[in-house]
């Protein structure tokens, strides 16, 4: 073998100097054994004594076997690395020879089974441009000569990713299909399309050059159909029309570098590691695996921060996968951030397409064309950054847009990838606190740029979790009763079909569900919860572990899906990751420590708490109804739960239904009780005696509820003695309650007036039918409304229940409304 020639004896150590790599392994599907304890082969796409070197060090780094030592086989010596394209010219023929060899081993002994191991070896991930698929620097479109590949190694050595693919099992195909030549053939042909796919998932698709695009875009009919719209509706001439639809292509196209994404991997790996302790990235053998598959993957993460767009643009390229093309608004383009975000794979996007049906067409177009030449695309379903911690609800125009490609009869299968994005710190929340008090939103700018990096510092461990994927057409299959039929197979736009608008709906409520399903606790948030839900937002510090013991107990034993990274750390390792944020105040006195947050401090960490309230709601709605009611059956505790569930369901996208509650809750109460939170009598459960410490864990993890009853309480109050009232005025008087009972009690928290919650909540409400609109278009509570009402009444403290019925009866006084007290 070449690769085993006194020229690769010389030059291995030379090219260890030359090279650094990064090693990616996906890991065996559930319920496969160990790779590593059967027989290995390694399959490469090519001879090269640069890509042998960099797989003997990184089967070293991943314990696996030295591809320099043959594979011995019952006294029989195979080669341990294959070869699908060699320098010979019968390459193709002896690669099959070789795997016929492998196949006919396994019928000779029945107890076999090698390990095929795929790899692909990347030198710097150039995908290469369309119009020069020829250049001398297209080392992963290749199989590079001599020359081209010392360029390579010297130029793009220190940037060598070696992808190991999932394994395949020899032994069953064997006993499955034989080992006749015909099995060797078509084996050898799979592995050709494997690497050809794996090149596409590592470096995406060649690049078309920019003028290119647009006069490719131009020329599509949907676009010759607009711009003749324009001609015609704003009587200008062909055209001024033509020069404004490529002035919108101008403005919206991404110019994708993968120079410049090389530069900024240099860069955000150096800046990560100075301002993050860590990044904790989970599920990327999923994308990994719909990539290699040929899957357009479409990433759908929610919003917290501007730091979003890098953060998961780097770790996906981190996974060994080519970065995405990202929705950005057009706010962001601006010098000289607007370029380097262009460069780096940003598309913009204007807030609104209203009246701009040109514009709409055009951009339509150009994501068509993404996903048709199988870029990565990702955009934020919640059309902006989320002031409160929570998921806003989702803007559904790129979602319908992904579906009407679809429609445009959309070869490759699309999947949808939710991502939760987390962090224990977010540079931008003092700022969100005074949007939401009133103050304008600052346009971004060079100077917001700089004043941003003034403010980096160590910002915690930051959380990405790539979450359940929704494959497009499987979920059209169970929407929509033969959606195919509005396929169109040409290139002109389809005509909206009636069942488009509903159905993105439901998309859309499915990949917020999926994003929450993968949400990470983490110390920050888990603490922030606990002191929030403190009387005086101040806990002993023996107070804080046992709560914080008490969160993780119940996330590990009554885990809300099996996507969610719940912390392995002890409570004191929690606190200590916490303290080290700086973001609570912490006094020594003669007892111990007091841990508590100041007024400002308070109201921002009701955001870090937000971002896991869906985890611990019904937890605490239980805990809740045991302190009110002190006993309780299971029964009782999933009726009463079942009863509020809807409104919950809509407001914080949880994902179980409603059928799933009784069994949800069953578990919750038994993981209480096994925390001694609760007592079981025969089929009652009753609550911890008042002066034991479990009754304090259980009025705290009670609290973490209360915020959301209250803000029920006051709608229904309202609705009940108001009615009937327009929506607007009932989201308008229900804010300023919100407020006002805000102000008496010390709730300080932002959301809790929010006008977007209230609305989420009304909407709800209406959707269950517990509203009516009257002919003058007015609400209207139906009866079962008071029903509702009184069940959440009950679980309200007293003061604060009177506050919120004086405070309404006051308001419809003021407002000089008829009093209807219930």
């Given at each position: 073998m070449a690769n085993q020639s006194w020229i690769y004896a010389v030059i291995k150590h030379p090219l260890r100097w030359l090279t650094r790599f990064i090693a990616i392994a996906d890991e065996a599907e559930a319920g496969d054994a160990s790779v590593k304890d059967k027989p290995i082969v390694y399959v490469m796409r090519s001879t090269s004594r640069a890509d042998f070197s960099i797989l003997q060090r990184a089967a070293a780094s991943k314990s696996l076997p030295d591809p320099q030592q043959p594979l011995t086989i019952n006294g029989k010596s195979f080669a341990r690395v294959m070869y699908l394209e060699e320098t010979h010219s019968d390459s193709s023929q002896r690669a099959i020879g070789q795997f016929q060899e492998l196949l006919e081993a396994h019928q000779a002994d029945?107890?076999?089974?090698?390990?095929?191991?795929?790899?692909?070896?990347?030198?710097g991930r150039k995908p290469g441009q369309e119009a020069r698929a020829g250049s001398a620097m297209t080392g992963d479109l290749d199989n590079p000569g001599h020359l081209r590949k010392f360029w390579l190694v010297l130029f793009s050595g220190r940037q060598v990713l070696c992808r190991f693919s999932r394994s395949v099992s020899l032994g069953t195909m064997a006993r499955q299909s034989?080992?006749?030549?015909?099995?060797?053939h078509k084996l050898a042909r799979v592995a050709r399309v494997h690497f050809v796919r794996m090149r596409h998932a590592v470096a995406g698709p060649k690049l078309s050059d920019r003028n290119q695009l647009m006069q490719e875009l131009i020329h599509s009919p949907a676009l010759k159909k607009a711009i003749a719209d324009e001609q015609r509706s704003n009587k200008v001439s062909e055209q001024e029309a033509r020069k404004k639809a490529l002035s919108y292509i101008n403005e919206i196209a991404a110019n994708y570098s993968s120079t410049l994404v090389r530069v900024l991997d240099r860069f955000m790996t150096w800046m990560w590691s100075r301002i993050y302790n860590g990044i904790d990235v989970r599920g990327g053998d999923r994308i990994r695996k719909l990539a290699q598959q040929g899957h357009e993957v479409i990433y759908v993460p929610c919003h917290r921060s501007h730091m979003d767009y890098l953060l998961l643009s780097y770790v996906i390229y981190k996974e060994g996968l080519v970065p995405p093309h990202i929705a950005a608004g057009v706010n962001l383009n601006f010098f000289p951030v607007g370029g380097i975000f262009r460069r780096g794979g940003a598309f913009f996007i204007r807030r609104s397409f209203r009246g701009n049906k040109l514009y709409s067409a055009v951009f339509r177009e150009y994501l068509c064309w993404l996903f048709q030449k199988g870029y990565p695309v990702e955009y934020f379903s919640e059309g902006g950054r989320s002031r409160t911690g929570r998921l806003l609800p989702p803007k559904t125009g790129m979602l319908a847009m992904t579906v009407q490609g679809m429609l445009r009869g959309q070869q490759r299968p699309i999947s949808l990838v939710p991502v939760y994005l987390g962090y224990e710190h977010i540079m931008e929340v003092a700022t969100y606190l005074k949007e939401l008090k009133g103050k304008s939103k600052e346009k971004e700018s060079m100077w917001q740029v700089l004043g941003s990096l003034r403010k980096l510092r160590n910002f915690g461990q930051g959380y990405v979790t790539f979450g359940k994927p929704i494959d497009l057409k499987n979920f059209l299959d169970e929407e929509v009763?033969?959606?195919?039929?509005s396929i169109t197979r040409g290139a002109e736009e389809p005509e909206r079909p009636n069942w488009l608008t509903p159905t993105v709906n439901r998309l859309a409520e499915t990949v917020m569900r999926g994003i929450n399903d993968a949400a990470a606790a983490n110390s920050v948030n888990l603490t922030a919860l606990a002191i929030l839900s403190s009387e005086h937002h101040a806990l002993t510090k023996e107070e804080l572990l046992q709560q914080l013991s008490v969160y993780q107990g119940v996330l590990r034993e009554v885990p809300y899906t099996?996507?969610?990274?719940?912390?392995?750390?002890?409570a004191e390792a929690l606190w200590q990751q916490a303290q080290r944020t700086g973001k609570f105040s912490v006094q020594d006195d003669t007892m111990g420590q007091v841990i508590s947050l100041q007024d400002v401090n308070a109201i921002a960490m009701t955001y870090y708490r937000n971002n896991i309230l869906h985890l611990m709601i019904i937890p605490g709605i239980v805990a809740t109804i045991m302190v009110a009611k002190k006993q309780q059956t299971t029964a009782q505790l999933a009726e009463r739960v079942q009863q509020i569930y809807p409104m919950l369901q809509k407001e914080l996208f949880l994902s179980h239904e409603i059928d799933d509650v009784p069994l949800w809750v069953a578990a919750v109460i038994e993981e209480l009780q096994r925390q001694d939170l609760v007592t079981q009598n025969g089929e009652t459960w009753h609550m911890a005696s008042r002066e034991s410490a479990q009754w304090m864990q259980l009025q705290l993890l009670a609290r973490s509820a209360s915020e959301t009853l209250q803000r029920y309480s006051i709608v229904l109050e309202l609705l009940q003695q108001a009615q009937p009232i327009q929506r607007a005025e009932l989201e308008r008087h229900s804010i300023t309650l919100a407020e006002r009972l805000s102000a008496?009690?010390?709730?300080?928290?932002?959301?809790?007036?929010?006008?977007?919650v209230m609305t989420t909540f009304i909407a709800s409400l209406k959707a269950q039918e517990l509203l009516q609109v009257n002919d003058d278009g007015q609400q209207i509570a139906a009866p079962a409304i008071g029903e509702l009402s009184d069940a959440i009444d009950e679980l309200i403290d007293p003061p604060v229940l009177q506050t919120i019925r004086q405070s309404v009866q006051q308001l419809l006084v003021e407002t000089g409304k008829t009093d209807n007290t219930k």
């Open positions: 029945p107890e076999l089974d090698i390990q095929l191991l795929p790899v692909g070896i990347f030198w034989g080992s006749d030549f015909k099995i060797a009763t033969d959606w195919q039929a099996s996507e969610v990274n719940v912390p392995s750390d002890s008496i009690h010390g709730i300080n928290a932002p959301e809790f007036y929010d006008k977007k």
